[in-house]
């Protein structure tokens, strides 16, 4: 029987479950729970989506996305395979980490929002591994409760300014007094419904799924090729030059990594492609490198106008 296949568009609310193996844990040590939050700020950088709440248990992940662009599938097949390559390389695990395939249940932020967030944070109480949501170290509710200060790539305030001030203390107070019975026996089913919401909310939410999938016929990316030689010509360099590596303090070869960068975020290309195109051994040297190279791009309002130009118009200057 063919999977179902994933409902995307823009502004799209998913709680992801991906559930590990039987073994090993997906989290044998301490420093894998912070390696796995690494990879997932890296991907909400990359990619461009959101993470509102999140719980890492032993063999299941919990995570509250939001999708301002339809990419989820790729944003979770480069979160889990990143972290899983990682995982591998640091306790020599040879073999799948994580189940074929992560469930994506699309929320009605109207209805669902809250309760699912709630459900995340006192997982760990029903799995017996914490008494209190605020025991629990490996989840986003130490910081809703204000215990712990907020990462940077976490995003809080969507669901906090739904409670007066103050905002964690109303927090914590709505994850003791919330009877969530309900969604508790809708997640115990042996085969959760793809949607959380009514059935008006399901019918808008396939109509904007497929009203994306149909509004016209998508243009064809550029060529890696053509946004190498695209980057070469703004940087006032020869494609050669972009494809050869350099090592050494100070080679930051900006014009190769705005070109990794374009062929990522104009022409869709995946970690993996990139990596082989531009001859780099690891994946994960390539997601590492685009990740900083955002940061860099932050403040340096001169690249930030190449890159803007170079999107615009990548594969239409005369090389």
Request: glycine share 4%; with cysteine; net charge positive.
């Amino acid at each position: 029987m063919p999977r179902p296949i994933r409902l995307e568009f823009s502004g799209a609310w998913y709680h992801v479950i991906h559930r590990g193996t039987k073994t090993p844990k997906l989290f044998k040590k301490e420093s894998h729970f912070t390696l796995f939050l690494e990879c997932l700020a890296e991907t909400l950088s990359l990619e461009g989506i959101e993470c509102h709440a999140y719980a890492l248990l032993d063999h299941e992940v919990h995570l509250l996305i939001r999708t301002p662009h339809a990419n989820l599938s790729a944003s979770m097949r480069h979160l889990f395979s990143v972290y899983a390559q990682r995982y591998n390389l640091d306790t020599k695990h040879d073999g799948p980490l994580f189940k074929d395939r992560f469930k994506a249940i699309v929320i009605d932020p109207d209805e669902y929002l809250l309760p699912v967030s709630h459900y995340i944070h006192t997982l760990p109480i029903l799995k017996r591994k914490a008494v209190t949501p605020q025991d629990y170290t490996h989840s986003s509710c130490r910081i809703y409760t204000g215990v712990e200060s907020k990462p940077a790539w976490l995003q809080t305030s969507t669901i906090l300014r739904h409670f007066p001030q103050p905002f964690e203390q109303q927090y914590a107070h709505y994850l003791q007094a919330l009877d969530n019975t309900d969604l508790y026996k809708v997640y115990k089913r042996k085969k959760i419904s793809p949607f959380l919401g009514s059935k008006s909310f399901i019918l808008a939410v396939k109509n904007s799924a497929a009203s994306e999938q149909t509004s016209g016929p998508k243009k064809s990316p550029p060529s890696m090729d053509i946004l190498i030689k695209s980057t070469a010509s703004v940087f006032d360099k020869k494609a050669a030059d972009i494809m050869i590596s350099k090592r050494g303090r100070g080679n930051k070869q900006l014009g190769r990594t705005v070109a990794m960068y374009l062929c990522r975020h104009v022409g869709h290309y995946s970690i993996k492609d990139i990596a082989k195109t531009f001859g780099v051994t690891h994946e994960s040297a390539v997601s590492v490198r685009l990740a900083r190279f955002k940061t860099y791009l932050q403040n340096n309002p001169d690249v930030q106008s190449k890159l803007k130009l170079l999107t615009q118009t990548a594969g239409r200057f005369s090389l």
